[in-house]
């Protein structure tokens, strides 16, 4: 295994090794795996569980692991091609991606969506461009459209919670002051998909997934025996749910467009997940995979109820890095 | 020993004990004690001596550390309960500590004061808040009125500087632009009257501490044979003075209220300490937490003579950080 | 060797065993080299190359670094002399230099010309204060006129290369939106007449470099065999160079002064490094210690032909840095 990118990428026996590495590693540590060995991470963007358990999951490891922030600390970072660089950027990341990989054993990645131009995003174009610039085991840590490391961690939590393989999945959209990426909406329904579970992604008007993220799911389904639909009826959608997965999203029919989403979500401060969600699913989970917006998109109440399980969730994030480190670094 | 959150929790015999640790780690290295173990480290504010001496200390021990700044490569986060998040917090102390303590052996928290309401500060209401998210082992890194890490590295440099017990010991006000928390000034008269000391508090009217403050103070020295008073008498108070330990805070008559606390300090910018401070106390050390604005509290005249003491002061933060942890981690 | 600050500290006999080091290190790791020393780095400005080479060093020699960013989780910091600290800086380097490294082995201190005095930044009154406030084992990375890293980094590309000792090394200025410091000038300036070469500063009129500058590497030429002279004729200077060296910097003659230096470089956005460059030097290597304004100092032609050596020239920062750690840290 050379780059952890995309779940995609791995077939479904390797996924659950990875999976099998990751309990083990939670069960029986080994101090020493990645001795001598560094991680660099480049966060063009903000983060708190997916730093931390990297930097965590290289300590554990016996390993080690530094950062690099643009914008804090260290220069900001173009990433278009061909551009003339007069602007904030000092540094091109076709510069800035191969030094840091040179001083490492692996890299680690995070560039959310430029937010623009949907095609583009879909296409992974940035991310892309960034990952041919090294020849370094590399992990995405979320990119326009995807988190591997965050859906690997969502499926061990579905195991560990003995979440049936064929249980229901709702992948519900919930509000947010601002149109967020699509990265975690499309990660987590590939990988309940790519599980073999009834996916129902559940959304108001507007907010349909593009379609080239359902038919993924739908051709992962098929090929696992689950299955993918889409409503915006609640009470159809979590009846029976054994899982209510929450996150919010920007408006894909007006995608780049902030006023046009603006206006959109502006009707939508409803969908902020509460406990009278769950009439007809009482032992249903809710998961996030945080940071969540108290009382925008999922209330107190739920939150700091047996119901929730973000907190496993974000738990999971240091075995599932570990293993995956443990893979790239080791094989 | 779990947490170490006030100097107040422990025993006089458990504080001289740990002093006792500090000295030997200084004296015989150990740096296999902490392999393997993770210091989480949770910045909310600004630190250099605190941060460089937690990562300092791990590393001499063996162990290692991961940084999370809010706001500077991390999200910001929200501590009030109940809000609705929809401003500039995009994540909740209640999610984010839990997280981060899930991936470590102990957590660091710094939390300075809100600054608006006294008695909720007074209460220490956030940091407790945020103490009872967790259960892993945890260090008080500064609170709204406590920052015992400093006071136990004052307590060690006055052993180290050999200061009588008994010895007189003035934690004065100085000026500075702006109001700052009561943590260390709270700290050190805790921790003077502890030790048994005769503390004097200087400060010119309107900045008298709390009257809580000082009660915990006097029943402190009560039980260590020490007195605690204070006075606005500068000559009075320094005459045959061991210690001048100066410190900035905000007027707590005016407390949040910026431009009552300005006016009333505009008038203080006298309270620069000089040399001619100490005319009838000789050899009176003189000591700061730092960051210390030369020539606004402390003259440069002062800080760059032998009476000054800030630099062991805050070297001292190193071994007594390296007891606590060591305290924290091994038992 | 107890301080890295200047090539020019330094005998040949001893920068060619420090280069021997690198290679040494390069080929035979040690990974036990440090076990237990610590780094402190300081940064007042921002970095990639140099944070990362450096933790990557301690890392790859068994040691741990630290990271202080003034203004990003850190106190901002003063360094001028007396005053009045009532802005926006809370500490005086004063405090805050001495005070880090008596937590660590070795300090690193990173501190960008001031960009207002050019004697004042020529003499380096700034960095030679704050090096004058420790005695542990100190690494410039980055000071107002020197950048001794980078200078033996450079080194080591030029001979990984083999590039003759002799050999024609154009320094050339080239285009940026602002002015740029003269460090990086002035350190590969310096670093080729001490290799021996035959060195010619190209640069528009109005960006001569300071005569101490030319006159100092003028001494190491005269003693290395090497020669230096200037010119702004860009073919005569190419014609069968084995090395261009391109540098952005600012206007010497109205040194501080923004306005007058930008209506300078505004006419001379063509010193933009192109292929047509090298019409005379077909073997020509083009150098550039990174970051790098793409389209603006060097073109994508370029940076992305056979002819760029950025990125080995980046990468040797990692060997330098761990020779140059090693030194001051194991003798």
Redesign the interface.
């Known amino acids: 295994m050379k780059r952890f990118l995309d779940l995609g990428d791995f077939s479904r026996d390797e996924l659950l090794s990875l999976l099998e590495l990751a309990r083990r590693l939670e069960r029986q540590?080994e101090?020493r795996a990645l001795?001598?060995k560094?991680l660099?991470l480049l966060?063009l963007n903000?983060?708190?569980?997916t730093?931390?358990?990297c930097?965590?999951a290289m300590?554990?490891l016996g390993g080690?692991s530094?950062?690099?922030?643009p914008g804090?600390?260290?220069?900001q970072l173009?990433t278009r091609?061909?551009?003339?660089?007069?602007g904030a950027?000092?540094?091109?990341v076709?510069?800035?991606i191969?030094?840091?990989a040179?001083?490492?054993d692996a890299l680690g990645i995070r560039a959310f969506a430029e937010g623009r131009d949907l095609a583009a995003d879909l296409a992974e174009t940035t991310f892309s461009a960034m990952a041919r610039l090294t020849d370094k085991p590399l992990v995405n840590l979320e990119s326009a459209v995807n988190h591997p490391c965050q859906a690997l961690a969502d499926w061990k939590t579905l195991d560990d919670l003995a979440v049936p393989r064929g249980g229901r999945f709702v992948l519900s959209w919930a509000y947010h002051?601002r149109a967020l990426p699509l990265a975690v909406p499309a990660a987590a329904l590939h990988m309940a998909a790519l599980r073999g579970m009834e996916v129902i992604v559940l959304r108001p008007e507007g907010f349909a997934l593009p379609a080239a993220l359902m038919e993924r799911a739908q051709r992962a389904a098929a090929a696992s025996g689950g299955s993918v639909r889409e409503t915006a009826e609640r009470a159809e959608a979590l009846t029976g749910a054994d899982v209510l997965y929450v996150k919010e999203w920007g408006a894909t029919g007006c995608y780049g467009d902030a006023a046009a989403d603006a206006q959109l979500r502006s009707a939508l401060t409803a969908w902020c997940v509460r406990n009278d969600w769950f009439a007809a699913a009482p032992d249903c989970r809710v998961m996030h995979c945080?940071?969540?917006?108290?009382?925008?998109a999922i209330a107190?109440e739920v939150?700091?109820s047996a119901r929730s399980v973000?907190?496993r969730e974000?738990?999971n994030?240091?075995p599932v890095q570990m293993a995956v480190l443990h893979q790239l670094l080791r094989s």
């Open positions: 540590p101090p001795t001598g560094i660099g966060f903000p983060s708190l569980r730093l931390a358990s930097q965590a300590a554990r080690s530094l950062v690099i922030n804090h600390g260290s220069w173009e091609t061909g551009v003339v660089m007069d950027a000092a540094e091109h076709r510069e800035g191969p030094v840091l040179s001083y490492c002051p945080l940071p969540v917006r108290r009382n925008c107190d939150l700091d973000v907190q974000a738990y994030r240091l």
